[in-house]
């Protein structure tokens, strides 16, 4: 087996046995740069929902205003008839 196989394979060893930072509980993982990305994105869907949220709440508040500006327009009509 070449040396720098041989190296990244021992290291491989090293690492599962003796787990993440030497620590052998098999149940901690360091999730490193990956786990900080996802949850950043899991953040960002967060900010992302509440962003459509409160957009369909203004698309809401929308339809209600132009309801009633359509129904005082037609009092009004009646009243210049």
């Keep these: 087996m070449p040396d720098m196989i041989r190296d990244r ?24 740069m990956g786990g900080q990305q996802q949850l950043m994105m899991q953040s960002n869907n967060a900010t992302t929902m509440e962003y459509i949220e409160s957009r369909g709440q203004a698309i809401d508040t929308i339809e209600s205003t132009n309801a009633e500006l ?12």
């Design 70 to 81: 359509r129904q005082i327009s037609s009092q009004f009509t009646q009243i210049l008839d």
């Design 9 to 32: 394979s021992s290291e491989f060893h090293a690492c599962c046995k003796g787990g993440v930072g030497g620590n052998k509980d098999s149940s901690v993982i360091d999730l490193g």
